[in-house]
């Protein structure tokens, strides 16, 4: 309906096509379907949820599908797509004007303009931000020519893209000791590392379950909200379907470079007049020689190796999209540039609430959750926002949603099921807590994280069937000290135990 001056009025407007916008569109589509939702995204595709289903209490597997927009409309009549970004947020005067120049009047309003890949130098055209199913199409092209590349993050999209690469040399600069840090620990990395080397399938060779505590600095570590939050618009098959094979006739060829960042990257020209050498791609320790070859970029490692490659692709996380939003509006911004969002999504501002990764959880969470920006917490918060929305606009109270009480993940890595749950890199637990181990190589690993004789997180990667039950082991929080390693035997069926 028109408003004054012809703007647009709705009870509910959401920005965003991503899995938090949409979700949220659904939702409240659904809860009030005579009234008009509106939707602005600045692409013509939106993502939607496809295939869902609840494995067990906190954890969910999804597919994401892009859709045209004209799709949501038809199964939610009451769902208006703008096709246009956001130019500016009033929100004193409730209104939104959008880029093609229409204005919007809103009671109340959620942000799900998710967020954007962080580059490591921005306007470098060598330099590929990848985060979604667009950037990984363009990066395809690019492969196909290509001999070598740099690849620059430690987050799931590095670990899968690096898997998936053939026929390219691959320099992988980590600032971390072990691949896949926002996942993974180091065991879990060196349990998967066979498999970027891997020409067959290795047998599993069983390995005896161990449990250790932490090399006397890693306790300390970084403090927790520093690492790198990865900005999940890909999800786990993201790369189904692409051909990630370079020009090269051999399979994988990996060379990892750990605890550096990049210092300094040079175009060909300024490489040639500084007349340093760069070197060839390692194949063993010792004989590291100087590369003949011109390559039309360098990257400058803080260890200062310089290697030349065709181009960079910078997989080192997100940045939270809040830029339209924030002039003429007082929001309170987290410290990793996300709008800081209370326990109902709320924002700081009236009548605006936010969802996904544009958000930054600034509630006291369970000591067993925590965020990430991923597609299941983008679910989760669309979803749940649009229920703080309709319970705020009838006047009526909402508990926490559940799923908000155990960070819980299902993804793939390396063709292996990998859950991860609770603490499971001991985020935030400081020194004081163990780690218990059982691993077979090639076939599973499992890792758990406990504090005081409770489990606080646990890593399984392969098919252990064990999810449910450290689920709920996490959830209860029992006592679990007189189980002592018992608690990892392959011969004791745990289940029994706690049904």
Not at 44 to 58: G, Y
Not at 84 to 113: M, P
Not at 435 to 454: P, S, W
Request: some cysteine; hydrophobic content about 40%; aromatic content about 10%.
């Amino acid at each position: 309906m028109a408003g004054p001056g012809g703007a647009a009025r709705a009870r509910f407007a959401v920005v965003g096509g991503g899995i938090a916008g949409v979700t949220c569109a659904e939702q409240l589509a659904a809860e009030f379907p005579s009234e008009d939702i509106f939707l602005m995204t600045a692409s013509p595709v939106i993502k939607a949820v496809t295939n869902f289903k609840q494995v067990s209490k906190t954890l969910e597997e999804f597919d994401v599908e892009e859709q045209p927009s004209s799709l949501l409309e038809k199964r939610y009549p009451n769902i208006r797509v703008t096709q246009s970004g956001v130019k500016q947020l009033k929100s004193d005067e409730h209104k939104i004007y959008t880029e093609d120049g229409k204005e919007y009047i809103y009671e109340k309003l959620c942000l799900c303009a998710g967020a954007k890949p962080k580059l490591i130098v921005e306007g470098n055209p060598y330099v590929l931000g990848i985060r979604d199913t667009d950037s990984a199409q363009a990066f395809q092209k690019n492969l196909a020519q290509a001999e070598r590349i740099v690849v620059v993050g430690n987050g799931g999209i590095a670990l899968e893209l690096v898997y998936e690469i053939q026929g390219c040399e691959v320099i992988w600069a980590i600032k971390d000791k072990a691949i896949g840090n926002t996942f993974f620990d180091a065991g879990a990395a060196e349990f998967l590392l066979p498999k970027l080397t891997a020409e067959s399938r290795e047998t599993p060779i069983e390995c005896k379950r161990t449990k250790y505590t932490l090399e006397g600095s890693e306790g300390k570590g970084r403090p927790t909200g520093t690492s790198d939050k990865l900005g999940s618009a890909l999800g786990p098959d993201w790369h189904e379907g692409l051909h990630l094979k370079g020009t090269k006739e051999f399979s994988h060829k990996v060379h990892i470079e750990i605890l550096c960042e990049v210092k300094k990257i040079y175009l060909q020209q300024e490489f040639i007049q500084l007349q340093r050498t760069s070197l060839t791609f390692p194949k063993g320790e010792k004989n590291i020689e100087a590369d003949e070859v011109l390559w039309p970029v360098y990257v400058e490692l803080t260890n200062g190796k310089i290697y030349g490659c065709n181009f960079i692709v910078s997989a080192t996380g997100v940045v939270p999209n809040v830029e339209p939003f924030l002039d003429g509006n007082n929001f309170a911004v987290g410290e990793d540039g996300g709008l800081k969002v209370d326990k109902h999504m709320h924002t700081s501002l009236p009548d605006v609430y936010a969802a996904g990764d544009i958000c930054t959880a600034a509630w006291e969470p369970s000591p067993v959750w925590h965020q990430m920006r991923l597609w299941t917490q983008a679910r989760q918060m669309g979803w749940y926002a649009a229920k703080c929305m309709a319970a705020d606009a009838l006047g009526e109270s909402i508990d926490m949603d559940f799923s908000f009480e155990l960070f819980a993940h299902i993804t793939k890595f390396f063709n292996y099921k990998v859950v991860v749950l609770g603490k499971y890199n001991a985020q935030g637990l400081g020194s004081d807590h163990e780690l218990m181990l059982r691993c077979t190589k090639g076939h599973e690993y499992v890792k758990v994280v406990m504090q005081n004789g409770r489990m606080m997180g646990a890593v399984l990667i392969g098919e252990t069937d064990l999810e449910e039950t450290f689920e709920n082991l996490i959830l209860n929080q029992m006592d679990l000290s007189a189980y002592g390693e018992d608690l990892l035997n392959p011969d004791i069926d745990i289940e029994d135990y706690f049904d």
